[in-house]
Each structure stands twice: as structure tokens, then as C-alpha cells.
């Protein structure tokens, strides 16, 4: 889909190093050592998500979506920020940080977060992964906004997917919302998508996914 705009950039618009240790696969990592503890009840996954959470606090910041082959920061703010508060890989200043970041004007829209800052120069509304709005990334940052203290922030994402969804037929997979603010199609994504029925449904039963902190 790289055609499409998917896929993260330097700001020069080149393609970063890789391997890309992206700030969402961290994320996930981290959730689901978390959720092994859970379910396990073995604490060596409790000790390996501290490593990692230790790890991300060092590596990731407001401003960084990845990381290079060779470590060097990809600069850019967008809903990955959103997976690291969901996962709960960021704690004390640094998760306030973030999350403070995600809610400025640049990224959350009426119409729920975009995937890329406006403010970066590779920013195109219809691009998939480089300013576009999904609703799936959006809930996940609303349940990661909502952790983080941030509930009010966090309602006005929900309800501008809401809000966005009764707007178009169908369940599409990402939308546009312009400079101006006005709400678009994407003539490529697809029109019923999955998760965005998933993230629908997630979102008027007000249930985030995150796993309790054991």
C-alpha cells in the first residue's frame, strides 16, 4: 500500500533502516507480556515487561514513531503514541508527555486522531498511515487517553469516530480529515472493514481492551 501512502517515513520523505522497531509493535509486545502474567501467573513475563517498558521509556518520546535498524529515532507524533498509553509501556512524566502530545490540535481532529501529525511534511489526509484517521487506531488511543487521565480529551475522540462512522455508509476502514477540518472519503480504503465494526461497537460500550494491571 505504499502507493497509497502506508508505511512510516523520515521526514525528507526516504524510507527508514531497517529493521524498524515501530512505537505500536512495542506496544503490542509489551500488552501481551503483561497479559501473560495474567493468565499465567508466572512472574519471569512480568519481569520481561519491565525490561521492556524500561526499554521504551529510554528509546520513545512524544516526538519518535520508530526506531532504524541502527537506532536512530524516525521523528513524527500520530496514533502509535496512542498504543504505547494503551499498553501502559510508559510511566510517570513520560507517559504524561505522550499523552499531552496526542491530544494537540495537529492530531486529534472533530473526527478522531490522525495517523500522522499534520505538522510533519510527509502529512497527506488520504494517506493510509500518513494522516489519515482510522477508527481502530482512535480506540485505541481513547482507552490509552483514558488511562493516562486524560478523559476529556479522550470522550472527544470517541464521540468524533462516532460521529464520523454515522457519516458514511458502510464501516470504512480509514477517512480523511482535511487542514480544514472537513470530513472525506478515501476512494481506496475499504468500505466495511473489520475492526472498524470491532472499534464501533468497542466504542459506544465504552470498553477499552487494555489489560488490568496485575
Not at 501512502?5 to 500488552?31: E, F, M
Not at 501529525?117 to 502529512?123: E, L, N, R, T, W
Not at 472537513?182 to 468500505?191: F, G, S, W
Request: charged fraction near 25%.
Amino acid at each position: 500500500k505504499a502507493a497509497y501512502g502506508g508505511g512510516i517515513i523520515r521526514p525528507d520523505g526516504s524510507p527508514p533502516r531497517p529493521p524498524l522497531a515501530d512505537a505500536d509493535t512495542q506496544a503490542i509486545a509489551h500488552a501481551a507480556l503483561r497479559a501473560l502474567t495474567t493468565f499465567s501467573g508466572h512472574e519471569r513475563w512480568r519481569r520481561r515487561a519491565d525490561r521492556l517498558a524500561e526499554r521504551i521509556g529510554a528509546d520513545f518520546g512524544p516526538e519518535i514513531m520508530a526506531l532504524e535498524g541502527d537506532g536512530t529515532p524516525v521523528p513524527g507524533a500520530g496514533t502509535q503514541l496512542g498504543w504505547l498509553l494503551w499498553a501502559g509501556a510508559l510511566r510517570g512524566a513520560s507517559r504524561d508527555a505522550v499523552a499531552k502530545r496526542l491530544v494537540q490540535a495537529d492530531l486529534l481532529t472533530p473526527y478522531g486522531l490522525r495517523t500522522l501529525s499534520s505538522a510533519h511534511p510527509g502529512f497527506d489526509p488520504h494517506a493510509y498511515h500518513r494522516g489519515s484517521v482510522w477508527p481502530f487506531d482512535t480506540w485505541i488511543a481513547w482507552g490509552g487517553l483514558r488511562a493516562a487521565g486524560r478523559a476529556e480529551e479522550a470522550e472527544a475522540a470517541r464521540a468524533g469516530v462516532l460521529r464520523a462512522l454515522d457519516s458514511f455508509p458502510g464501516a470504512p476502514e480509514c477517512y480523511a480529515v482535511t487542514q480544514a477540518g472537513e470530513l472525506e472519503r478515501i476512494d481506496v480504503a475499504n468500505r466495511v472493514q473489520a475492526w472498524t465494526v470491532g472499534a464501533r461497537w468497542a466504542l459506544r460500550e465504552r470498553w477499552d481492551g487494555r489489560v488490568p494491571r496485575g
